[in-house]
């Protein structure tokens, strides 16, 4: 990604480096490094703003890395720390919901999902669910078996419902979503208790 951005900056290639500033910030908030995640996406929508692209469709794909990336600050934090987080996250969910429906629809199966998940973080649960299942019915009717995979595996996360964690580990498995499946086994290991060996 890092190379991708070099290379995209040096054409330039607007759209390529959004993307790849998106991705890349994603990529290390999964490494679980909150700080280096925030500040690439923050170089990425700089370069944004720079370059008047705003409404762009590859700003969808920033919308949704800012958007996921304060949810997890906020979900981190105490206090009023907390709270400005998720005052943040609103804003950041509501662009990505915004842009994913003018510009790049595919992304909104998953602007619904962190949208759910803001709204569970506000001890909102009946609207967090409305949002998981939006997000899990539009895949669906999308035909995007990674982002149903994702729904069932935040709702089945929040609600400890079980069989939401067994779709979601079904459909990780068919798209091979391998850092996905771990997370989804790891849940799925915990709720059948210490001791308990999974069949081959």
Do not use: Q
């Not at 040096?10 to 790849?20: F, S």
């Amino acid at each position: 990604m890092k190379k991708a951005i070099d290379l995209a900056e040096a054409i330039p290639d607007h759209a390529t480096r959004i993307v790849a500033g998106s991705y890349l910030g994603r990529c290390n908030l999964r490494r679980n490094d909150l700080a280096e995640a925030l500040a690439v996406l923050k170089r990425t929508e700089d370069y944004v703003s720079k370059h008047h692209m705003k409404r762009y469709f590859a700003s969808a794909f920033l919308h949704n890395g800012l958007a996921e990336v304060c949810l997890s600050a906020g979900e981190r934090s105490t206090g009023g720390e907390r709270a400005a987080w998720l005052k943040e996250s609103k804003r950041r969910c509501d662009d990505a919901l915004k842009s994913s429906r003018a510009s790049l629809r595919p992304l909104l199966p998953e602007a619904m999902r962190l949208k759910g998940t803001y709204e569970w973080l506000k001890r909102r649960p009946s609207a967090a669910e409305k949002w998981w299942n939006k997000s899990l019915g539009l895949a669906d009717k999308m035909g995007m078996p990674h982002h149903s995979g994702l729904a069932h595996l935040e709702i089945g996360r929040r609600l400890k419902e079980r069989a939401h964690l067994e779709r979601a580990e079904a459909f990780f498995r068919r798209v091979g979503a391998e850092s996905d499946l771990a997370e989804t086994l790891r849940l799925l290991e915990a709720d059948r208790g210490p001791g308990y060996e999974r069949p081959p």
